[in-house]
T-cell receptor, first 109, second 113 residues
């Protein structure tokens, strides 16, 4: 079967750095997305990785290792507005997105 | 600006009633999707369409149907609503299947009593 694993919840302090991990086992791999979702809102796109390595975009970075079936999202200089759920999704061999259950990130002052 | 809109945003209905959730996008994307989101689960695919007159079942399609008569709209119909279909429903679209970002509507919260 296809499986995406993420921690259910994480807590971090404002101004700090946090890493949210995602491991996957899917039928094929055609890329990995990270989305942010604030409570009661729609998911919004953060990053897309298809090749191994680190992609940096401002305070957010995303890393992919295809051989390990592993990705992480790194958030630096945390702000209160970063309190949200972070969703990992893998594009499988049929180009469908397989979603993890999401990681709820709580930022404390 | 292009967008994707859903209606209604909130709906309360009774078991056994037919319900239709509307989804309209102005991105001119061929690829459209319906997901449901429940606590403890990732987004689960209900139905999807790759173009006009094309519809396909996702992993949780039982009790749902869609139709695609034009590029812009993909309405989702619950033929006979059940309490298990209480959920938040998201419509989404993508330009390219290979690498295209998925754009989401605002969501429709459905409660079946």
């Amino acid at each position: 079967g296809q499986n995406i694993d993420q921690p259910t919840e994480m807590t971090a302090t404002e101004g700090a750095i946090v890493q949210i991990n995602c491991t996957y086992q899917t039928s094929g791999f055609n890329g990995l997305f990270w989305y942010q979702q604030h409570a009661g809102e729609a998911p919004t796109f953060l990053s897309y990785n298809v090749l191994d390595g680190l992609e940096e975009k401002g305070r957010f970075s995303s890393f992919l290792s295809r051989s390990k079936g592993y990705s992480y999202l790194l958030l630096k200089e945390l702000q209160m507005k970063d309190s949200a759920s972070y969703l990992c999704a893998v594009v499988d061999s049929n180009y469908q997105l397989i979603w993890g259950a999401g990681t709820k990130l709580i930022i404390k002052p | 600006d292009a967008e994707i809109t859903q209606s209604p945003r909130h709906k309360i209905t009774e078991t056994g009633r037919q319900v239709t959730l509307a989804c309209h996008q102005t991105w001119n994307h061929n690829n459209m999707f319906w997901y449901r989101q429940d606590l403890g689960h990732g987004l689960r695919l209900i139905h999807y369409s790759y173009g006009v007159q094309d519809t396909n079942k996702g992993e949780v399609s039982d009790g749902y149907s869609v139709s695609r008569s034009n590029t812009e709209d993909l309405p989702l119909t619950l033929e006979s609503a059940a309490s298990s279909q209480t959920s938040v429903y998201f419509c989404a679209s993508r330009e390219r299947l290979e690498s295209g970002e998925l754009f989401f509507g605002e969501g429709s919260r459905l409660t079946v009593l």
